[in-house]
């Protein structure tokens, strides 16, 4: 479902979001796709077990833990910081994804870096069984190719395709079903732009694509006021909510850009809601902790 902003913007640009977010109530937009040939590649190697990596309020764990009960699978989340054991019930995160099945193993933060280690993954299985390994965030090439199905017919005549970044999978399966007069922009949440390397393995053959690193607010989870009073009003606005780690960074980067005529009169831009709901009930509670104003989901 495509949705035109409702906001009236300078030298006739028009945007649109991409309700990636409406796949599926649980397993939404960049999830969903990430997880599906991942999903049927397990059960053709009739694996009964899902393992995965996330942090406290990770997407991704909450998509793998519904997703797997929803396809019969058994799911474990090696979660990041052994703090986290006595905090379940006060997580909505963890929570939801422990009411559908999944098992945890809480690591400290120095372990977790050593997700991709042969050797620790060798002691997983030692202790777990046999599993289905899925990435941190879901990224691997399996997950590029559910996301090179984001992009429809109904999308070619868009001059912009623009998309939040965390792992780089999402914007690589964009990148390559992207026509050759359409220029892919990400937003990363995290500082830098290392992302474009690890986004080149998974490239082919398209070189009209950039990240736009201005706009992470400090970097992976970091927020301002600024922030969530523009998602607040986007969602008074167009009745689209959005989330303030990816895709609240994503559209605020977008119409600050076309304020700044960034982008040539009369571009018509795509914006992808990559999803990212469940996370806000977590960050509100950050926010309140902090005596800041929360992100208002009920609008």
Same mark, same amino acid.
């Given at each position: 479902m ?10 006739s640009?028009?945007?649109t979001?991409k309700?990636?977010?409406?796949i599926?109530?649980?397993?939404s937009?960049?999830?969903f796709?990430?997880l ?5 590649q397990?059960?053709?190697e009739?694996?009964?077990?899902l393992l995965t990596f /996330? #942090?406290?309020?990770s ?8 997703? #797997?009960?929803e396809?019969g =699978?058994?799911t474990i989340?090696?979660i990041?910081?052994d ?5 379940i019930s &006060?997580n909505?995160t963890?929570?939801f ?5 999944m098992?945890?193993?809480f690591?400290?933060r120095?372990? +977790?870096?050593l997700?991709n280690?042969?050797?620790f993954?060798d002691?997983l299985?030692q202790?777990? /069984?046999s =599993? ?5 965030g879901?990224t691997n090439?399996l997950?590029?190719?559910?996301c ?8 070619n005549?868009f001059? +912009?395709?623009?998309?939040?970044v965390?792992?780089g #999978? ?12 359409q220029k892919?922009?990400g ?10 390397? &690890? ?7 398209n070189t ?10 400090g970097? +992976? ?7 969530i009073?523009?998602?607040n ?7 689209i ?6 895709t609240?960074? !994503?559209a =605020?980067g977008?119409i ?10 009369k ?7 990559t /999803? ?6 977590g !960050?509100? !509670? ?10 208002d989901?009920d609008v």
């Amino acid at each position: 479902m495509n949705q035109p902003l409702k906001i009236s913007f300078p030298n006739s640009i028009s945007v649109t979001v991409k309700r990636e977010d409406l796949i599926h109530p649980f397993v939404s937009g960049n999830k969903f796709r990430k997880l599906k040939y991942n999903l049927f590649q397990a059960a053709a190697e009739n694996q009964k077990t899902l393992l995965t990596f /996330g #942090g406290a309020y990770s997407n991704h764990i909450a998509a793998v833990a519904f997703a #797997g009960k929803e396809k019969g =699978f058994k799911t474990i989340g090696i979660i990041r910081g052994d703090e986290l054991r006595a905090k379940i019930s &006060e997580n909505p995160t963890l929570h939801f994804a422990q009411s559908c099945g999944m098992e945890f193993e809480f690591v400290s933060r120095e372990d +977790y870096r050593l997700k991709n280690d042969i050797s620790f993954l060798d002691s997983l299985k030692q202790k777990f /069984g046999s =599993f289905f390994l899925i990435p941190e965030g879901g990224t691997n090439e399996l997950a590029v190719k559910g996301c090179q199905e984001i992009l429809t017919e109904k999308d070619n005549h868009f001059d +912009y395709v623009c998309c939040a970044v965390g792992t780089g #999978g999402t914007i690589a399966g964009i990148i390559n079903s992207a026509l050759p007069h359409q220029k892919v922009l990400g937003f990363p949440a995290l500082k830098g732009d290392f992302l474009k390397d &690890e986004i080149s393995t998974f490239v082919q053959n398209n070189t009209n694509w950039d990240l736009i690193t201005d706009y992470h607010f400090g970097g +992976y989870a970091k927020v301002s006021q600024e922030l969530i009073a523009f998602i607040n009003l986007f969602n008074v606005e167009n009745k689209i909510l959005l989330d303030p780690i990816y895709t609240g960074k !994503m559209a =605020f980067g977008v119409i600050d850009m076309i304020r700044a005529s960034k982008f040539p009169p009369k571009s018509n831009i795509l914006l992808i809601h990559t /999803g990212g709901i469940q996370g806000i009930q977590g !960050m509100n !509670m950050k926010l309140k902790n902090k005596q800041l104003p929360t992100i208002d989901i009920d609008v």
